[in-house]
């Protein structure tokens, strides 16, 4: 990429619906704009359950033992994903079965794909995969398939996931965000200088891009 681009960080874990929507509510404000060739996009690891194990939780159990939400309360937040991911053209799918997972080796998984220039494509296949589909992202099995999906290698994905030095990495740069005070997820840096936390508007991002964009071509 050009370093005449303008750099933008997402933070994020693929089990956090938000992110479907910053990512969206931000892609809206560059192709609007006609901004696409202007911007360089990197994603980051943020685990918001890194204790979780790799069988998961039922998703209502899950966010009644961590945020307190009763049974309509939960109901009443997916149907606002429900409509909010319609207007943005996602399917989120949830139902009584529908559970949380590890998402360890999918942050693994996406260091691999940067490295090759497929994250943003794998991230995409991850969230429809969990949100969409309602599969397991933290079977290996499952994970190989969605990457063989977008263009990785298994044998790669397998050497990366089996790579401890790799698993460290996640620590290492999870740990540097939290150190800078980030604690919420979509986090969106901007040109490694200000974020915009939380699913912003259409109108936010454009803002956001027009000033560092104006800066760049200073």
Not at 173 to 184: A, L, N, T
Not at 187 to 215: C, D, K, P
């Amino acid at each position: 990429m050009s370093g005449s681009k303008l750099k933008i960080d997402i933070i994020s874990d693929v089990v956090c619906p938000w992110c479907v929507i910053g990512i969206k509510h931000l892609k809206e404000a560059v192709v609007k704009n006609n901004w696409q060739e202007q911007v360089e996009v990197e994603w980051y690891p943020f685990e918001l359950n890194p204790d979780m194990p790799t069988e998961g939780e039922n998703l209502r159990d899950h966010l009644a033992r961590k945020y307190g939400a009763s049974k309509e309360e939960s109901e009443q937040n997916r149907q606002r994903l429900i409509d909010v991911g319609k207007s943005v053209g996602f399917d989120f799918n949830f139902d009584d079965e529908s559970r949380i997972y590890n998402t360890r080796q999918c942050h693994i998984l996406l260091d691999y794909a940067h490295s090759i220039g497929l994250q943003t494509q794998l991230k995409i296949a991850l969230f429809s995969a969990y949100f969409t589909e309602g599969r397991n992202i933290s079977d290996t099995e499952v994970l190989l398939e969605i990457g063989e999906s977008v263009g990785l290698e298994a044998a790669e994905m397998l050497a990366y996931l089996n790579d401890s030095s790799e698993h460290d990495k996640v620590d290492v740069i999870e740990e540097q965000w939290r150190e800078m005070g980030i604690s919420g997820v979509p986090t969106i840096v901007f040109n490694n200088e200000q974020g915009l936390t939380g699913a912003q508007s259409v109108e936010s991002y454009e803002e956001m891009l027009r000033h560092y964009l104006a800066t760049k071509a200073e």
